[in-house]
């Protein structure tokens, strides 16, 4: 059984920073794909980050420079650096891992940017 837990979302100011973690549990066969999505009030679900598994990073125009995707195989979590956070960061976060057969999704985290 595969389970990913999203941890380390809250509120944060304008220009701040919060790091998110996910924490997979079970067994995952040659993991393909790691990514961050995003879905905010009233919009679709949005790729945020992925990482291949050989390491190579995509990042949605309006995070990059400010947002770094990051693999810890030794905690065995993929994590998401996000920095100078912008109110339209508002979103709840979602983990998802895939071997290229199966999709695994976290249940989310909210991340809330506000003064």
């Known amino acids: 059984q595969v389970q990913l837990m999203e941890s380390g979302g809250g509120l944060a100011q304008p220009g701040g920073s919060l790091r998110l973690s996910c924490a997979a549990s079970?067994?995952?066969?040659?993991?393909?794909?790691r990514s961050w999505y995003r879905q905010a009030p009233g919009k679709q679900r949005e790729l945020v980050a992925s990482?291949?598994?050989?390491?190579?990073?995509n990042y949605a125009d309006s995070v990059k420079g400010r947002f770094t995707i990051s693999r810890d195989d030794a905690r065995n979590t993929v994590d998401l650096q996000m920095n100078s956070l912008k109110p339209e960061d508002t979103a709840v976060y979602f983990c998802?891992?895939?071997?290229?057969?199966?999709?695994?999704w976290g249940q989310g985290t909210q991340v809330t940017v506000s003064s």
């Open positions: 998802r891992l895939t071997d290229g057969r199966n999709d695994y």
């Open positions: 079970g067994s995952i066969f040659r993991i393909n794909v």
């Open positions: 990482m291949t598994s050989i390491g190579i990073t």
